[in-house]
């Protein structure tokens, strides 16, 4: 059965070999299993409670925060516009990029990119590549006669595959694979949809390929008949410049064709980059030593202080048979003599000095290291707020190479919606957006556009800068020095800091005629 598997599938295991050969799967496996606290796998040491401080994930979640945060804006412009041999045609091609920035910011709010994008960051934590799927759902309901639409998801490093495992370049790749899991019965009827043989539709059969997911939970499926699953594979190639797809299992073909498209919809950044590898490096990993130290340290501590919090008797038995601590209770004694010279107390254990102090170290410094000091989470006293914001930059500055990679990953899936756009969306289907807080839509012939050359770019502002608690410093600097009034301080707050603003600016406003109609009397 092994030579009649497709050659797609041979390649898939080519990929999986390489992976298993570099320890992704068990990477990753290792890694999320710290994040959601589960750190004491595996372990050996018996007979010690097992306490869990769980310092990765508090790190990890303000690396994620930090890098997202900031609003994100896709812009995209025409290469070819400085040559428009017409104004008509600079016309058009401003007006479609144009409609397509305001597009792409009504997509992001209506798909919840920003929930797309925490899960994008934290794959990329856990395994070091944050990889993005775009296909084409025509099931998509759209409130008007045209249906269907892009839909975006995260894809994990796990299931991608590439020709060229040491070139990081997704777009120059020979193909693409991307693996998941389904059941029989829903690809037994995505094949017959297609076109496929009764012969070829029962060769696609329930396998055990689950064992190599991102995470100890994709072991465990259900195991009744119904919901018995295979491994689909899709595969992404150019022909004459253009992409061409296959869907398959081990040994079926179920779809073949042409996406139409110059681009791959698939699109991934790395959180490190690693030298020669299509992977990169997740900062988990780095982590995971001392993680390791500090709980096993705080559990040595917690079994030392409970077998020696309390004192112990030690007493002679030949001269006291039975030993008592009932309070009050007499204690019979044999012979004469001096009973303290049967009886001695010992005394609680005492600790090490520094211990707790290197435990603490320990867990400072592996915070600090990673950029999450105690004034970057907000743990210290707002004493010196110019100061602490200084300190809290200086913390971001190692997150700006992440921040920059994961922006170049947006700008390509920008690329993907807009080729996809002038693909899909017929010229009589309306294109929505939202402008002053209302939705609009219109429709716009994308034909012209197909060919010219379409740049999109992030922008947004700097991390270090964008930060509620950073705006509100400044505009308090600015009313102490009375360069804003209160009305004014009070708008330009950030979200969320005060309710009611535009009562009391209104409250404002009228004091201030009042106190203006009383001068002037």
Not at 415 to 441: C, Q, V
Not at 469 to 476: C, R, T
């Amino acid at each position: 059965m092994k030579n009649n598997t497709t050659s797609t599938w041979r390649q898939y295991e080519a990929g999986k070999d390489y992976k298993r050969r570099i320890g992704l799967y068990e990477t990753v496996r290792r890694n999320e299993r710290y994040y959601r606290g589960d750190q004491w796998y595996g372990s050996a040491l018996p007979d010690v409670p097992r306490p869990i401080f769980n310092v990765i994930r508090r790190i990890v979640d303000y690396q994620i925060c930090t890098v997202i945060s900031g609003n994100l804006y896709i812009n995209y412009t025409d290469e070819d516009l400085p040559y428009a041999d017409n104004s008509a045609t600079r016309q058009l091609m401003l007006s479609g990029t144009e409609l397509l920035t305001k597009n792409a910011a009504y997509r992001w709010e209506h798909e919840k990119l920003d929930n797309v994008m925490y899960r994008l960051m934290l794959d990329a934590a856990l395994s070091g590549d944050g990889v993005l799927y775009c296909w084409w759902d025509p099931s998509i309901r759209t409130g008007q006669p045209y249906s269907g639409d892009i839909v975006t998801e995260t894809v994990d490093n796990s299931n991608l595959f590439v020709a060229d495992v040491n070139s990081t370049d997704l777009q120059s790749q020979e193909y693409i694979i991307l693996s998941g899991r389904d059941s029989v019965c829903s690809l037994r009827r995505e094949a017959k949809k297609y076109g496929a043989t009764e012969s070829e539709i029962k060769k696609i059969l329930p396998d055990s390929e689950f064992d190599f997911g991102a995470g100890d939970l994709s072991e465990y499926e259900l195991e009744d008949e119904v919901s018995a699953k295979a491994t689909y594979l899709i595969k992404f190639w150019r022909e004459d410049g253009y992409v061409m797809f296959e869907k398959s299992t081990r040994h079926t073909v179920i779809r073949r064709g042409s996406t139409g498209m110059r681009l791959y919809p698939v699109t991934y950044f790395n959180w490190y980059p690693t030298k020669d590898s299509f992977h990169g490096t997740p900062p988990v990993s780095g982590m995971i030593a001392n993680q390791k130290f500090i709980n096993r340290a705080y559990a040595l501590m917690m079994k030392h202080m409970t077998d020696t919090a309390f004192s112990k008797v030690i007493y002679d038995k030949s001269k006291i048979p039975e030993w008592s601590n009932e309070v009050g209770e007499a204690i019979a004694a044999l012979g004469g003599g001096n009973i303290s010279d049967s009886v001695s107390v010992v005394g609680v254990g005492q600790m090490q000095d520094g211990y707790l102090e290197l435990i603490e170290n320990a867990i400072a410094l592996t915070k600090e290291l990673n950029g999450a000091t105690d004034t970057a989470l907000g743990n210290t006293d707002p004493t010196n707020t110019s100061a602490i914001l200084a300190m809290q930059e200086a913390a971001r500055v190692p997150l700006m190479q992440v921040r920059s990679s994961l922006c170049r990953c947006i700008e390509e899936l920008a690329s993907i919606w807009a080729e996809m756009i002038f693909l899909y969306y017929p010229k009589d289907r309306l294109i929505p957006y939202k402008e002053n807080g209302e939705t609009h839509a219109e429709c716009f012939s994308f034909e012209k556009m197909k060919d010219a050359l379409i740049c999109s770019h992030v922008e947004g502002s700097n991390i270090e800068r964008s930060s509620p608690v950073a705006v509100q410093s400044i505009l308090d600097k600015l009313l102490d020095g009375g360069h804003i009034g209160a009305d004014t301080y009070i708008s330009l707050l950030p979200q969320g800091v005060i309710q009611s603003k535009e009562e009391i600016i209104e409250s404002i406003k009228n004091e201030r005629e009042r106190n203006k109609s009383i001068n002037e009397q």
